[in-house]
């Protein structure tokens, strides 16, 4: 195996930890134009090891998946968050997670989402006024708690619980923004930044055990299942004598916790997951989205076009469904309106980076990376690379037509990772997405009158301030 692969220079306590804390999007665009295909640097205590090229990031992600896991960065605060959920847990914890909880998110029954993701949304636009100011972000993850809630919780959340989400995100968030610093203070020592995530990770939990609360003993009653009849028409376990059962993720897994083979601990670390992962992404992408079509008119009256079709264009009352609301079938019709998202999610990732560890040494881009180091598959560095993209940093949704996206490597996109851990929510995040677009985008016009959009990175990456739009009806 060859030598160790290039990088840059850190300092001798922290690595090159603060120049990451201070801007990590542009220290890892950096790294990639002077390093190449995998550069080596040091996270405060961590040797890590960034690549940039799919065939690499392929490798690690899908075909020899095998090979590696979610590393441990000697910080137990995500684990304190969010336990042995599927984001962190390994091995057949993991598996069984994942079995688990696969009923819930079948094609069929994310496809009849649809009508209450649509009721949730309208429901939210009955609260704007033509002209008025909104914070878009807060806007769009108040819409999209209610709607995972609703969905993989088969509940209803009152509008003071997601005011308590909300307030409760920014502490938790903070904990997870670059901090070179951070591994000299142990999690115990009671800093203002550990009081406030603990606090913060409290208040989650009693909101989860509070709806957990509220559904225990409705567990097989089909009626709370918001998929309805159409969605949720598959068996319970081999001789369940009470047949169909409502399959949202808490169904399922307080079935799973009456059985033995879930723990409250198990059931509330993929309730938080659940909630944090399944509102926050869509919420980002959505934002971001607003934002670039805020600012090219152009691609904005196309996806006005396709709104307006997806929720009225042709109906008559005697169709199958309300005339005017919007159906899966309907927003697969939005070919234009998916590649929007699919360049925001391009430009913006919300999920900006993934980490692995190798659990042995292994061989990529010819370098030798040792067991146990960290690996980084940076989303934000591959997606706006030039090798992949002409003109990268330059918003076009004419990149994602068939013809010129097979002559792009797979991996030179992935916004939802990939391979066995590749996201689960993908195809509700993008259902949902959609359908918010074709609703808001039928109606109004959002224009932004904020400052040059500025970003920072924690678990996922956000704007760094309020992203404000004065609503226009059309």
Not at 62 to 88: C, H, I, W
Request: hydrophobic fraction near 35%; charge should be negative; proline fraction near 8%.
């Amino acid at each position: 195996m060859s030598a160790t692969p290039p990088g840059p220079i850190g300092d001798p306590l922290f690595g090159n930890g603060r120049q990451y804390a201070a801007d990590p999007f542009s220290f890892m665009r950096a790294c990639a134009d002077s390093y190449g295909d995998v550069v080596r640097f040091d996270l405060g205590p961590r040797e890590t090891y960034m690549l940039t090229n799919p065939t690499d990031i392929e490798r690690v992600l899908v075909s020899e998946a095998e090979r590696y896991r979610k590393p441990q960065f000697g910080d137990d605060a995500m684990n304190t968050l969010l336990g042995e959920g599927l984001l962190l847990s390994e091995g057949e914890t993991w598996q069984r997670q994942r079995k688990l909880a696969n009923p819930s998110f079948h094609n069929r029954r994310i496809g009849a989402l649809a009508g209450p993701m649509v009721d949730h949304t309208r429901s939210q636009l009955a609260d704007w006024a033509d002209g008025e100011v909104v914070d878009i972000q807060l806007e769009v993850a108040r819409l999209t708690v209610k709607i995972i809630v609703s969905a993989m919780l088969g509940a209803d959340i009152t509008d003071e619980e997601v005011k308590t989400v909300q307030e409760n995100l920014e502490p938790l968030g903070a904990r997870f923004e670059p901090d070179p610093r951070r591994f000299l203070i142990p999690n115990w020592v009671p800093t203002r930044e550990n009081r406030e995530f603990a606090a913060a990770v409290d208040t989650l939990e009693s909101v989860i055990d509070g709806i957990v609360e509220r559904r225990t003993g409705t567990e097989r009653d089909p009626a709370v299942d918001p998929a309805g009849p159409d969605g949720t028409a598959v068996r319970g376990p081999p001789g369940d004598p009470e047949g169909d059962v409502p399959m949202d993720l808490l169904s399922v897994l307080l079935r799973a916790r009456d059985r033995g083979e879930q723990t409250d601990a198990n059931l509330r670390d993929e309730l938080v997951t659940m909630l944090l992962a399944g509102h926050d992404t869509t919420a980002l992408a959505l934002t971001y989205t607003f934002y670039l079509l805020s600012n090219h008119p152009e691609a904005r009256a196309r996806v006005e076009r396709e709104a307006e079709a997806a929720t009225g264009g042709g109906r008559t009352a005697d169709d199958a469904t309300a005339a005017g609301t919007p159906t899966a079938a309907d927003v697969r019709e939005m070919t234009y309106t998916e590649r929007v998202l699919n360049e925001s999610m391009r430009l913006y990732p919300p999920v900006y980076t993934l980490f692995r560890e190798p659990k042995l040494d292994v061989k990529l881009g010819g370098y030798r990376i040792p067991e146990g180091a960290a690996l980084m598959c940076p989303q934000w560095v591959v997606h706006r690379s030039p090798r992949w993209y002409d003109d990268p940093d330059t918003f076009d949704p004419g990149r994602w037509t068939p013809e010129r996206r097979s002559r792009r490597p797979r991996f030179s996109y992935f916004p939802f990772g990939g391979g066995p851990r590749h996201c689960i929510g993908k195809s509700f995040s993008l259902l949902e997405a959609k359908l918010i677009l074709a609703e808001v985008c039928s109606r109004y016009e959002l224009e932004y009158e904020g400052p040059e959009l500025s970003l920072r990175g924690s678990l996922t990456m956000h704007p760094d301030h309020p992203v404000p739009m004065r609503i226009r009806e059309r």
